[in-house]
């Protein structure tokens, strides 16, 4: 498994534990840690997938409520199951950095 680079900021931080406790949050991220794994672009799942760059963006960030047929539509462009978007089990991992992060702000 190769690793993928994440920029962290303190914002990025309290999005994913705020998206940690929300389906449309665990989708989002999976979305893009998927999309990231097969080094793919915003652009490029968008046309895979025949939504906009907006719309692949907004998903991501947990902004938007993605239909059923969207699910699909996204599994499909990134190769898995619809269960594995909306999975916050095992295969849904944050960076390590992330995870420092998270333990020396709830330490504050």
């Known amino acids: 498994m190769q690793n993928v680079h994440y920029s962290v900021s303190h914002q ?3 999005r994913s ?11 989002g991220l999976n979305v893009q840690r998927l ?3 097969r ?3 915003q652009e490029q799942l968008s046309f895979i997938s025949g939504r906009t760059r907006a719309y ?3 998903v991501e960030a947990g902004r938007r409520n993605a239909t059923l047929d969207t699910v699909e539509i996204l599994a499909k462009a990134l ?7 909306i999975s916050a089990g095992p295969g849904h ?16």
């Open 35 to 37: 999309r990231r794994e």
């Open 79 to 85: 190769g898995v199951e619809p269960a594995a978007l």
């Open 93 to 108: 991992r944050r960076p390590a950095r992330v995870m420092k992060q998270v333990a020396s702000k709830s330490a504050e």
């Open 56 to 58: 692949i963006s907004s």
């Open 17 to 27: 534990i705020r998206c940690l406790m929300n389906l449309r949050g665990v989708f």
């Open 12 to 14: 990025s931080v309290r």
């Open 39 to 41: 080094k793919l672009s």
